[in-house]
């Protein structure tokens, strides 16, 4: 189609727009499109809602005893079983995310001081290898991921996702720009794209997180939120199981 036949068409589709008739075919036109949009939109959210309770509700129950041989191992190495943290979620609604402790009890007191050592060049999230907080007990839970099992009860009640951004804790976001905000816009989850290393979008892709800085972490969660969908999530969690054999997830 030429540019002259564009103009001609757009000037058509105008001019017949200020006739009763054309007004109220593309008054009619707008609203089907906006009823298609939000039908395809909630239909999703349904889904979504519906796959993390059915899921989250089996795991609770099939790995009950699980659970409870490592909170009687968290419990051994003394203070609380749970770590509960304040984490923010969609459009910076703040929650407590739950973890097995795996840190020592004033872990958050000591964390001042380390954030000197803080290996993220970005600044804004924290890490460090061989945090001197971490428990022997929580190493081995973090090295396996089993510290984040806890997080399908905040699933089970609506806080979290299984699969969305990772919720950030208030320090971060107050220094996210405007820009870094975007990643607020779902909620968050217990893996997303950064998790399981997939950076360049590759459908067999897994990585190492650690390698990914938070400008791409930031990246990452807009194109998941941009492009996500049920059939996208059940593939990230299905790559999740191998990142974490392999030490690169979650």
Do not use: H
């Amino acid at each position: 189609m030429t540019e002259n036949e564009i103009r001609a068409r757009l000037l058509q589709r105008f001019l017949t727009a200020q006739t009763p008739w054309g007004r109220w075919r593309l008054n009619a036109s707008v609203l089907w499109k906006r009823l298609s949009w939000q039908l395809v939109v909630n239909t999703t959210l349904f889904l979504k809602r519906t796959f993390d309770i059915v899921v989250s509700s089996a795991v609770l129950v099939l790995f009950a005893p699980v659970f409870l041989v490592i909170a009687l191992l968290v419990k051994r190495d003394g203070g609380p079983v749970f770590f509960k943290q304040t984490r923010v979620g969609v459009l910076g609604r703040e929650f407590k995310m739950l973890k097995y402790r795996s840190m020592v009890v004033n872990a958050e007191a000591q964390l001042k001081d380390l954030l000197a050592k803080n290996e993220k060049a970005s600044g804004i999230t924290f890490k460090m290898k061989d945090d001197p907080r971490i428990t022997k007990v929580g190493r081995i839970l973090r090295k396996s991921s089993l510290d984040e099992l806890p997080q399908f009860l905040n699933v089970l009640r609506g806080e979290m996702s299984l699969v969305g951004p990772r919720p950030p804790v208030p320090r971060e976001v107050a220094l996210y720009s405007q820009a870094d905000r975007r990643r607020l816009l779902a909620k968050p989850g217990i893996t997303c794209l950064w998790q399981v290393g997939e950076r360049g979008g590759g459908f067999w892709e897994i990585g190492d997180r650690n390698a990914i800085d938070f400008p791409e972490q930031v990246s990452l969660d807009v194109r998941y939120i941009e492009s996500q969908g049920f059939l996208r999530d059940l593939w990230i969690l299905a790559k999740t199981v191998p990142a974490i054999l392999f030490g690169k997830g979650v």
